[in-house]
């Protein structure tokens, strides 16, 4: 059954009606990533931490689908090449997309936030240094940033101390995104990944929270 699908909310926002498609919270976790290559973007006083390897990331996923046995959804390459995706997508690759409403919409449907952090990485495909664009002579390395936040009913509350919570405010308010919406089975947290991070505040699309359903509308102009 579809279930983002089965009793779509008819809420509005402002004068605008989502017309993509709706993920219901159903009370579960939901993990939010931004991902950017800038430092400058980082919301200070944001805890560092590491990344699960993507190898053990996809082993996990895969023993959830074969204990569930609905084996054809751990195939690896089913939606990316080289990942192992058990979720549905119910938003794809959709642009100029901003957050800035949607940290307000989950504590007025009962959410807090229980785990913010970021990691970095090398990109791929990239060498692990190049030359400064300011400075020929100077060497940088070239990461790769991902801020997560967690949101649930049910976890212990992240206290944030005020330079925290105005940086991530901050954060949220600045920049538009192409959004990613993932619907996770089981006991798997829903997962919205942002990426292309652009500066802005002038979106095509706002994620909201309508009737205890995640999606996506044009903002009220």
């Known amino acids: 059954m579809n279930t983002a699908l089965a009793n779509p909310p008819t809420e509005q926002v402002g004068n605008s009606e989502s017309k993509l498609e709706y993920l219901p919270l159903a009370n579960k976790d939901v993990v939010v990533r931004f991902i950017f290559t800038n430092a400058r973007y980082l919301p200070a006083g944001l805890r560092e931490g590491k990344r699960e390897e993507v190898r053990l990331m ?20 089913r939606l990316r090449e080289g990942h192992v995706d058990t979720g549905r997508q119910v938003i794809d690759n959709l642009k100029g997309v901003s957050a800035v409403e949607f940290w307000d919409d989950m504590q007025r449907v009962g959410y807090h936030m229980c785990h913010a952090m970021y990691f970095k990485e090398f990109q791929p495909g990239k060498s692990k240094k190049s030359r400064s664009d300011d400075n020929p002579n100077e060497v940088k390395e070239k990461f790769k940033y991902t801020i997560v936040l967690h949101f649930s009913r049910t976890g212990e509350l992240l206290r944030l101390t005020k330079e ?43 994620l909201v929270v309508i009737n205890n359903a995640i999606t996506c509308v044009e903002p009220d102009r």
């Open 58 to 77: 996809n082993n996990r996923h895969m023993n959830d689908k074969y204990t569930g046995g609905d084996q054809s959804l751990a195939e690896v390459g």
């Open 164 to 206: 925290q919570r105005n940086s991530l405010e901050a954060f949220f308010e600045g920049c538009l995104w192409t959004c990613h919406i993932w619907e996770n089975p089981e006991l798997n947290p829903h997962t919205i990944n942002f990426v292309q991070i652009q500066p802005g505040i002038n979106p095509d699309y706002e």
